[in-house]
């Protein structure tokens, strides 16, 4: 992100998996953490644009480490990139484990979000 440590700066998300988002080797599925990415990196998207945005790219994606069934990951997410109509969203996940006292980097990506007007259609962001 931009250097903060993960205790320095404040989730935009923070969730428990259960285990039904555990698949046949004990982790938790990729599409579960890449939807828990989605909704955070689509509220900073929605802050920043100031109304709807749509997610249209993952621009890079990365898994680090698996997640664990008992872990809660925290979601960071800040603006690394902004367009005409476009966000470019970076976004971190954190494993705590052990009851807290480990940290793991699990994943990240850079997310795209484009504002969108009441039909739907691409809009120029805000000043």
Same mark, same amino acid.
Do not use: F, Q, W
């Given at each position: 992100m931009t250097g903060q440590s993960a205790a320095r700066r404040d989730p935009i998300l923070r969730v428990m998996p259960s285990p039904g988002d555990i698949n046949s080797n004990g982790h938790i599925f990729g599409g579960w953490v890449l939807s828990q990415m989605d909704i955070a990196g689509g509220i900073v998207a929605h802050r920043e644009a100031q109304g709807a945005t749509a997610t249209v790219a993952i621009d890079s994606m990365a898994f680090i480490?698996?997640?664990?069934?008992?872990? $809660?990951? +925290? $979601?960071?997410? @800040?603006? @690394?990139?902004?367009?005409?109509? +476009?966000?470019?969203? &970076?976004?971190? $996940?954190?494993?705590? &484990?052990? &009851?807290?006292?480990?940290?793991?980097? $699990?994943?990240?990506g850079l997310f795209t979000f484009v504002a969108l007007d009441e039909n739907h259609r691409p809009r120029l962001l805000p000043a």
């Open positions: 480490a698996p997640i664990l069934l008992r872990d $809660v990951i +925290s $979601v960071y997410a @800040e603006v @690394e990139r902004r367009g005409r109509t +476009s966000l470019g969203i &970076r976004i971190e $996940v954190i494993a705590t &484990r052990d &009851r807290g006292a480990t940290e793991v980097k $699990v994943t990240e």
